[in-house]
């Protein structure tokens, strides 16, 4: 196991958000998702016994519309992007940051999406077929490197494999327990002795969970959320007392 910060990295949609509506929103391009009050409690509770980070898909500048809402839980840090930044704070500039125009040049008329400090987020014109191919087509006949990522209606393009895993490791923490449901969350799980996911996550996440004895809530939705959530605080609290470990 490493010597760095032992920290418990959370996921965010499908994880902790979810589409049924409940006390704290957190919109979108596209949609909304949201966090439970219960979920929001908890969340708090286990931040003042083991340092908590977010990792996610999204961009710094829609976590700080989650963030700003839960003033009670403490983040030790952010890896966004699915690994491609990791901060400390959410208002850290990067230290690198990428220039898309030469792709968005050749894409005049698709939506770009705000926000994104180091992929490009995109949304194809209405009824435009073959998007991936298209995008595909684009790089490789303008020699441009590049990963695409699909995400609903949305495409992320980024300049190398993302990795949370990486970020995690780029801020010297170690994901001592991950809460993760998708396929971007394989490599945290895979590094974490303790893991716990949602009877909805990624059949591949289920079987890693599963095999590493972690916890999968037979729940959906935010009643999953809330017991994946008392289960890492009744588990924090156990390693605490009888491994002598100090978290925080």
Not at 60 to 85: H, R, S, W
Not at 113 to 142: A, H, M, R, V, W
């Amino acid at each position: 196991m490493d010597n760095n910060q032992q920290v418990l990295v959370v996921d965010l949609d499908g994880t902790l958000l979810h589409p049924e509506p409940e006390a704290i929103a957190v919109p979108g391009r596209v949609s909304c998702r949201y966090l439970s009050q219960k979920s929001a409690n908890l969340l708090a509770k286990i931040s003042k016994l083991i340092p908590i980070v977010i990792a996610t898909a999204r961009n710094a500048q829609n976590i700080k519309q989650l963030v700003q809402q839960i003033p009670d839980v403490y983040f030790c840090g952010f890896v966004t992007e699915n690994g491609l930044v990791a901060k400390f704070y959410l208002d850290e500039t990067p230290i690198a940051k990428s220039n898309w125009n030469a792709v968005t040049n050749l894409l005049p008329n698709w939506s770009k999406l705000t926000g994104y400090e180091n992929c490009l987020g995109l949304i194809p014109p209405k009824y435009f077929e073959n998007s991936d191919s298209y995008l595909q087509k684009i790089l490789f006949e303008n020699n441009i490197p590049g990963y695409i990522y699909l995400d609903g209606q949305k495409y992320f393009i980024y300049p190398s494999m993302p990795s949370k895993l990486k970020g995690i490791r780029f801020l010297n923490f170690f994901p001592l327990i991950t809460l993760g449901n998708d396929l971007n969350d394989l490599d945290m799980l895979n590094a974490s002795p303790y893991t716990a996911t949602l009877s909805t996550a990624h059949e591949e996440v289920k079987e890693v969970v599963n095999h590493k004895g972690g916890y999968c809530s037979s729940l959906n939705s935010h009643a999953a959320t809330e017991e994946l959530l008392l289960w890492t605080y009744e588990l924090v609290t156990s390693l605490l007392n009888y491994s002598n470990l100090q978290l925080v």
